[in-house]
């Protein structure tokens, strides 16, 4: 049912973090696929990928959005989910999931999700965390809030610009906020 697309940055720990909160979706059948995108040529990444039986995808360029946009065109499945590494999904998120995407597959219209932002309960707050929470408020999701879609839905607005500054905010954008859901599920970012 869905291909997860995480971006790594050579960062073992964060991708590890991810990867333990998606086996449940997993061990569900909702996932149907991991794709740890990463462009460094280390190795580390590709043994996290081999050892969880994940998907290594490496890719050119140097934003994002690159990274975003080379796991969505390896992708195999019809549903599109792209998370943050570092990014936990609370325990409630594969069964409103799998809701939204029968909801939207019933209706017909083009929709998209992203999570509901939660800080990590053992992050200090600083003055950054506050403008970010009132940027949250103010101009809607960002890009560390993941984001579910379908993929025929994904190509026709255009997927992530790979070469675009802020391409996930650009993304969200073109959704516009009729056309995207505000799940209840949260996600915590770690690391």
């Given amino acids: 049912m869905l291909s997860v697309i995480i971006p790594t940055e050579g960062v073992e ?28 040529r280390n190795g580390v990444i590709e043994r996290v990928a081999d050892v969880a039986g994940c998907r290594f995808i ?28 570092g990014a936990v999904l609370e325990t409630g998120w594969i069964e409103e999931t799998t809701q939204f995407i029968q909801a939207v597959a019933s209706s017909g219209r083009d929709r998209a999700a992203v999570f509901r932002y939660a800080r990590s309960p053992y992050a200090d707050t600083t003055f950054r965390d506050i403008v970010w929470t009132v940027a949250r408020k103010l101009g809607g999701p960002l890009g560390d809030q993941g984001l579910l879609i379908a993929r ?20 969200l954008r073109r959704l516009g906020r009729s ?13």
């Fill in 13 to 40: 720990q964060t991708a590890v973090a991810t990867l333990a909160a998606l086996v449940p979706g997993a061990a569900a059948g909702v996932i149907r696929e991991v794709l740890l995108v990463d462009r460094t």
């Fill in 58 to 85: 490496t890719f050119e360029g140097h934003s994002q959005g690159a990274a975003l946009a080379a796991g969505a065109l390896q992708a195999r499945s019809p549903w599109l989910m792209f998370l943050p590494a």
């Fill in 152 to 171: 025929d839905h994904y190509d026709r607005i255009g997927g992530y610009p790979p070469q675009a500054r802020h391409s996930e905010a650009r993304l």
């Fill in 179 to 191: 056309s995207r859901t505000m799940l209840r599920s949260r996600i915590v970012m770690v690391g």
